[in-house]
């Protein structure tokens, strides 16, 4: 099948379009932009500025994708919005490029699903496999593991962590880093176990998850700091990667605090 561009849609002079792309009415392209073979882009979208977008994605109508930062400190620097292949970006779905201040480029992995009003803020870089449910917002700088779940409008503030295989309740607002295979939830969020649903369901072995859960139980215990915690637990298990994956989060410097149950508050 050929690439087929509708007559009302404008294609930029410059645009680069792979095999089999679609690009639908009254759709706008940008002179920068590439588009991968079998990309289909819907009616009433745009797509702009210094823009990569790989193989079989699928664009609904007002998505809008490559526009400037919403970046008071943004200066017109030529950053990039790359965006992995397979993924499903639906309506009102708003992605911004990069910025001097993060790395100049936003970068997004492959086969994730945006929902409606989905928002991926500048400088943000999402792994493979993402869900961001209806109106889930993401600050300027946050990072999302593979297979991370964000709920319908959760809010994650800039620069915060979120690991893969955790899960973000609907309507949470989350201010602190969330550690990989955590699941979190509330207003202002804190951790309230792990995603055990989600990590069943993607084939983890059952002596994984009660690994997981025992090392859970001893990070976030009452005695000792956090940290001396973490280093125990870290030399216990060793041996299960999961664990370690958590260990090693919780070791790496982060620009905010981490998202703790409530009476763990401080430790």
Known sequence: MATRIH????????ASLGENVAVGAYSCVG??????????VDSH?????AT????????????SIGKPPQDLKYRGEPSRLEIGANNTIREYVTMNPGTEHGGMVTRVGSGCMFMMGAHVAHDCIIGDGVIMANYASLGGHVHVGEHAIIGGLAAIHQFVRIGPHAIIGGMSGVEHDVIPYGSVMGDRAALCGLNVTGLKRRGFSRDSIRRMRE??????ASRGTLKQRV???G?????TPEVVDIVNFLAAESVRSFCLPREGRGS
């Open 52 to 63: 990569r977008v790989g193989q079989d994605c699928r664009m609904f109508p007002f998505a």
């Open 7 to 14: 007559a009302t849609a404008i294609v930029e002079d410059g």
């Open 31 to 40: 002179a920068d932009v590439e588009l991968g073979d079998g990309v289909e």
């Open 235 to 239: 030399a216990t298990f060793s041996e």
């Open 215 to 220: 090392a859970y139980r001893q990070l976030f």
């Open 45 to 49: 979208v745009v797509v702009a500025g």
């Open 231 to 233: 280093a125990q637990v």
